[in-house]
């Protein structure tokens, strides 16, 4: 995910759908659902960006079977949001508003989960 983050930074869109692809078929294979649809939505972003919306609907397909098939070990109300991950999705081309601010806000949560190491000339006045 970060490898696809940071091309999508650099401009890279057709660099960052391959990473994205990678990371969404590694989680799926590990049967983590939800960092799988994170993946497959950051996919789709990647693809609008390349003017190939009409592929959005079949990842949108593939958040709703990711939902089906993992129902039970999502958290409470995740196959909920999963199935509304999937009709955002489906409606990018259309609509893309809703599925950006839903990408934007499911990378800040994401940011906010990842530890972050601090450098040596941070650990000045650090009491452990």
Sequence with gaps: MHRGERATRDGDFAGAALEFERAAWGYE????????????????????YMQYADRLPALA??????ATEA?????????????????LLRRGESAPGPLLHLIRERRRVRCA?????????ELEGLTL
């Design 29 to 48: 294979i590990s049967g983590d659902a939800l960092p799988a649809a994170e993946a497959t939505l950051e996919l789709g972003r990647c693809l609008l």
């Design 61 to 66: 397909g593939r958040i709703a079977n990711l």
């Design 71 to 87: 129902g039970a070990s999502l958290p409470p109300g995740g196959y909920v949001s999963l199935r509304v991950w999937a009709a």
């Design 113 to 121: 989960q990842t530890p972050r190491f601090l450098h040596p000339w």
